[in-house]
């Protein structure tokens, strides 16, 4: 996922992410999460990587980046 509107601003594990999405999400920000390992299994593969990504859009990009600093 590399559109050109939104940029990613983490990757790690799901307890991570899970922390930085309810951080942002009570300052009204709403990111996307992308997860390999679940879009292949639904999809009926195995993956290797147990990483999440947390992507925003650039409008909430350096408002997203103080957040994650301060955790």
């Avoid at 509107?5 to 996307?32: C, Q, W, Y």
């Avoid at 009926?44 to 994650?68: A, C, M, N, P, R």
Wanted: no cysteine.
């Amino acid at each position: 996922m590399s559109s050109p509107n939104f940029k990613l601003v983490f990757t790690g594990n799901m307890m991570d992410v899970l922390k930085i999405v309810e951080a942002l999400e009570s300052k009204d920000i709403h990111p996307i999460i992308k997860d390999e390992t679940e879009s292949a299994r639904l999809a009926g593969f195995g993956s290797h990587s147990q990483l999440q990504q947390v992507w925003v859009h650039d409008d909430e990009f350096e408002t997203t980046k103080t957040i994650i600093e301060a955790l």
